[in-house]
C-alpha cells in the first residue's frame, strides 16, 4: 500500500494497454526521515476522486473525440477532458482507498496514529446531488447504487445499448466495428463488466475524521461551466447530446473547457442528441449543499467562512484552513474572493495554535482566473496576493492541494521564510493513489514533512472472474487509467526519472525541512 515499501507499475504492452506488475520501493531522498523527534500530526492526503455519474446527460463525452489523434482539429484542442474510459468505476476505487486508510496501523515512518484525512477538492465529477450522496456514503458509510436513469440497462456511452461511436472504449464489445480505444491501444473487450460496475456497494465508512475541500468539479458542470435553469434542465431530463449541429465546427468545444470564463455548454437547438431515461436525483448542486452535508458528519467544531471556507482543530498543536478557490463564475482555474481574503487574515491572527496547515483544492500556480460578473466590484484574488498573506504568517508551515493529479512539491521562498505546497496525485487518473502527510519536530529547531504516496490496495491484477468484487473493479480501473496515460504519450507515467515527460516532476515520497516557528 505505501510506496517506500514497493509500487504499482504498468508494464505497456503496445501503444496503449499494459499489464500490471510492481517495483522496488520509492525511497524518500537523500534528506530521507531520521526518525527522531516529536510528532506534530499525521494527515491523510486524498484528492480529485471525481465520484462520477458516467450516465448522466448533462457530462459533454461527445467532445472527447474531437480531439483525439486523428480528428480534424485534434492539434488545436489537445485532451479536452470530458471522457475517460475509467469513469463508471470511481465508486470503487474510492472504496478501495478508504479500506486502505483503515488498514494503515499508522504513519509510515513515524508509526503515530493518523489523525484525519484532508480531501482536497473535486471530490464528485459533474456538481450532481447523486455523486455527492455517493461519495459521502463512501466516506461515512453505507450502501451505494452507482446508477442513474434505467436501473435494468447501463446508459453510459461505451455500452452497447448507447449510440456506437468509435471514439469511445466499449468492454462488452463493438456492434458496429472497432473502436479506436481497442484498436489503436490494445484495449481489451471484458465482457460483463458494465453490469457489474453498477451493482449495489457496501462502504464500512472511513475510520477517521475527513473534511472535504471544495473544487472546481464541486460546484461547476464538467468542471468549467456555472448551472442555469436549462442545464439543471438537461441533467435530470430525457435528452443527451450527442454530436454537434451542423452548422458548428469543432471549435465550439473551446467555449465549454476553457481554463478561464466565459464558458458555456456548446449545445444548441439543432444539436445531435438521443432519448435517455429523466432522473431527478442528477440535479446539480446548490451552493451551500456540499458545506451542509459535509458538516452535518464531522463530530468536530468547524468554523466556517465565506463560500465553503473553513477552519478546523486538529489537534491541540494544529489547525487546518481551508480557502474555496473555485471561480463560481466558469473557468476551472481557481481563485478566491475579497471576502475570504479578509476572513483568512483574521482566521491566521486569531488562532492559538502553534502551527497553521492551509488547504484549497488549486495549487498556488493555478489560481489565475480572475474572470468575474460585474455585479462583482471588488474582483478576484490570484495567485500572488494570497501567497504574500501565507508567507507573512511564519506559523502556516503547509499548503495542501490538488487539481493538478499529481503528486509535486514546490518551495515557496521569501528570504529565510519557505512554505512547502504539497499535491497529490488524483483518484481518477494515474497512478490512482493518495499521500501521508507526517509533520515531526526534529531536534535543532526543524519541521521535517514527511510525505508518503500510497497505492489503493486493490489486486495488482484484476481477476475478471471477480467482477462482484469491488476490490477487482478498482484493480481494473487502474490498469485502464495507466493505459489512457501510456496511449497519451506516457503522460503522467513517472515509471523513472528519464522516462518523465520535460518538466513534469513527480515526487511521491518526499522529505523537506522548514524552521519551527515554536
Not at 500500500?1 to 504498468?10: F, G, K, L, N, V
Not at 463488466?193 to 473544487?215: E, I, K, Q, W
Not at 443527451?240 to 465549454?256: H, N, Y
Not at 519536530?441 to 471477480?466: K, N
Request: net charge negative; aromatic share 6%; charged share 20%.
Amino acid at each position: 500500500m505505501t510506496t517506500h515499501e514497493s509500487t504499482i507499475r504498468p508494464v505497456p504492452q503496445g501503444a496503449g494497454w499494459a499489464s500490471m506488475g510492481t517495483s522496488s520501493a520509492a525511497p524518500h531522498g537523500d534528506a530521507g526521515p531520521t526518525g527522531r523527534g516529536e510528532v506534530v500530526v499525521v494527515l491523510v492526503h486524498v484528492s480529485d476522486i471525481h465520484v462520477c455519474d458516467a450516465e448522466s446527460p448533462a457530462r459533454l463525452e461527445y467532445l472527447q473525440p474531437l480531439g483525439m489523434s486523428g480528428a480534424p482539429f485534434a492539434r488545436m484542442l489537445g485532451d479536452i477532458g470530458t471522457y475517460r474510459p475509467q469513469e463508471l468505476f470511481t465508486v470503487p476505487v474510492a472504496l478501495a482507498m478508504v479500506d486502505t486508510v483503515n488498514r494503515l496501523p499508522g504513519g509510515p515512518v513515524t508509526g503515530a496514529p493518523l489523525d484525519a484525512a484532508v480531501l482536497t477538492g473535486d471530490l464528485v465529477d459533474n456538481a450532481q446531488a447523486n455523486e455527492l450522496d455517493w461519495y459521502l456514503t463512501v466516506f461515512s458509510g453505507g450502501t451505494i447504487h452507482p446508477t442513474s436513469g434505467d436501473p435494468d440497462s447501463c446508459g453510459w456511452v461505451g455500452a452497447t445499448t448507447a449510440e456506437w461511436s468509435p471514439g469511445f472504449w466499449h468492454p462488452d464489445g463493438h456492434p458496429a466495428g472497432i473502436d479506436q480505444w481497442c484498436g489503436h491501444h490494445g484495449f481489451p473487450t471484458l465482457p460483463d463488466l458494465l453490469d457489474h460496475a453498477r451493482a449495489p456497494l457496501v462502504s464500512p465508512g472511513l475510520r477517521l475524521p475527513f473534511f472535504g475541500v471544495h473544487g472546481n468539479h464541486d460546484l461547476l458542470l464538467q468542471g468549467t461551466v456555472p448551472v442555469d435553469a436549462a442545464l439543471h434542465d438537461l441533467a435530470v431530463g430525457d435528452r443527451r447530446i450527442s454530436g454537434l449541429a451542423p452548422e458548428q465546427t469543432p471549435l465550439v468545444a473551446l467555449e465549454a473547457i476553457a481554463r478561464i470564463g466565459p464558458v458555456r455548454y456548446p449545445h444548441v437547438a439543432s444539436s445531435q442528441t438521443k432519448a435517455v431515461p429523466p432522473d431527478p436525483a442528477r440535479r446539480p448542486l446548490e451552493q451551500p449543499e456540499f458545506a451542509v452535508r459535509h458538516d452535518a458528519l464531522v463530530r468536530q467544531a468547524i468554523t466556517r467562512g465565506p463560500a465553503h471556507a473553513f477552519s478546523v482543530v486538529m489537534n491541540d498543536q494544529v489547525r487546518l484552513v481551508a480557502l474555496d478557490t473555485v471561480n463560481p463564475f466558469g473557468g476551472w482555474e481557481g481563485s478566491i474572493d475579497r471576502q475570504q481574503l479578509t476572513w483568512l487574515r483574521r482566521t491566521l491572527a486569531d488562532a492559538t495554535e502553534p502551527y497553521l496547515v492551509i488547504a484549497t483544492h488549486h495549487p498556488s500556480w493555478c489560481l489565475v482566473n480572475g474572470y468575474s460578473s460585474t455585479l462583482d466590484f471588488e474582483g478576484r484574488v490570484l495567485a500572488d496576493e494570497l501567497l504574500g498573506v501565507l508567507l507573512d504568517e511564519p506559523r502556516v508551515i503547509a499548503w495542501m492541494a490538488g487539481h493538478v493529479h499529481r503528486h509535486e512539491v514546490v518551495m515557496h521562498r521569501r528570504g529565510a521564510r519557505v512554505l512547502p505546497e504539497i499535491t497529490a496525485a488524483s483518484l481518477i487518473d494515474w497512478p490512482q493513489q493518495s499521500r501521508v502527510l507526517e509533520i515531526v519536530r526534529e531536534p535543532g529547531g526543524v519541521l521535517a514533512l514527511i510525505s508518503t504516496a500510497i497505492d489503493h490496495h486493490a489486486p495488482v491484477v484484476a481477476d475478471p472472474t471477480r467482477w462482484d468484487d469491488p476490490l477487482h473493479l478498482a484493480a481494473v480501473s487502474r490498469q485502464i487509467a495507466a493505459g489512457v496515460a501510456l496511449s497519451m504519450g506516457a503522460r503522467g507515467i513517472d515509471s523513472s526519472p528519464q522516462d518523465r515527460p520535460p518538466g513534469k516532476s513527480v515526487e511521491r515520497n518526499v522529505v523537506v525541512r522548514v524552521a519551527d516557528p515554536r
